[in-house]
Every structure is written in structure tokens, then in C-alpha cells.
């Protein structure tokens, strides 16, 4: 369903096509948030939850997503967007304090396009070292070390304000 703001454009928003889309009922971060699918969650309150990403660009790599499904930013309203990035700007803390990097990356990818791959909107926060940088691609790493960094990320977290 296309948005309901008002928006200055001259012609009205398209709907952003991505080929992931599915009956919310069949969202795999919706069931996520169910408890329905396992993840290994850093962060939740409320409004969000944040779990590692089980196809990382990097150690510590974490999703934060908003409980209330919508696929696109633009199926947020303003005050969901800044909420949403709030939750990512202070899970950024515990990433880079827990995986020991020099840096991250915050992502927000929008339709297929974009390389959204999961219909539901999120963003990335991706821990960045100097050695590494320049690089990115995939890591595939155990059910152990995903338990350990989310541990790791957590304890991180649960120290911040």
C-alpha cells in the first residue's frame, strides 16, 4: 500500500518493487520477532529488536528492525524512522566496543533495487577494523561464535544509557 504522507513530489511515490515481498504472516523477521524463527538478539525494547545477521559482512554484524512490519522506509512515518535510527546509533555502540573495531557502517537498503533482500524494513550496522577496510564481502561463521559475539554485544549494550 503506497504511503499516506504528503510528500513536495510532482508525481506521486511508486511502490518500490521487491521480489522478496510476502503476506506479512510469511515475514521471516516478523516471525523473528514472534519468536517463531531463532535469532541471536543483542537488543530489544518495545518498538525494535536487533539479532545479528546470519550472512555477515563482518564479525558483529546486527540487524535492528522495527517489530510493527512495514517493507520500506517509506511505510514509516517520520517519528518511526528517528526511532528506528536511534536504536541503531546506540546498538553501534555496543558493536564496536564489543568486536573491538575502529569504525562501522550504518546501511539501509529499500526495494530489490537496493539489494533489500528481506521485505522488512532494517538497518544494517556493520563493524568496521582499519586492517579490513576496503573489504567486504560475506563471512560465514558458527552457531558458537554467533552466540559468543551476540553475548558480546549485549553486555555492551546493557552498559549504555
Known amino acids: 500500500m503506497p504511503p499516506t504522507r504528503k510528500t513536495t513530489l510532482k508525481t506521486p511515490l511508486k511502490r ?6 510476502v503476506p506479512q504472516k510469511d515475514c521471516v523477521f516478523c516471525k523473528i520477532v514472534a519468536g517463531i524463527l531463532p535469532s541471536y538478539k ?3 525494547d518495545s518498538r525494535h ?5 546470519i550472512n555477515p559482512f563482518a564479525t558483529g554484524h546486527t540487524l535492528v528492525c522495527p517489530k510493527k512490519h512495514g517493507e520500506t522506509l517509506w511505510d514509516m512515518d517520520e517519528h ?8 541503531a546509533s546506540k546498538v553501534s555502540m555496543g558493536v ?13 537498503n529499500n526495494g530489490e533495487a537496493a539489494n533489500q533482500a528481506v521485505a522488512h524494513i532494517h538497518v544494517h550496522v556493520i563493524p568496521s577494523k582499519l586492517e579490513e577496510k576496503g573489504k567486504f564481502s560475506r563471512l560465514k ?13 549485549k553486555s555492551e549494550i546493557a552498559g549504555l544509557p
Open 16 to 21: 518500490i518493487y521487491n521480489s522478496a515481498s
Open 141 to 153: 561463521l558458527s552457531e558458537d561464535e554467533m552466540a559468543r559475539v551476540a553475548d558480546a554485544i
Open 42 to 44: 543483542v537488543y530489544e
Open 80 to 87: 518511526e524512522i528517528a526511532d528506528v535510527f536511534k536504536v
Open 96 to 108: 564496536v566496543y564489543a568486536m573491538g573495531a575502529d569504525g562501522f557502517r550504518i546501511m539501509q
Open 49 to 53: 529488536l536487533a539479532f545479528l545477521d
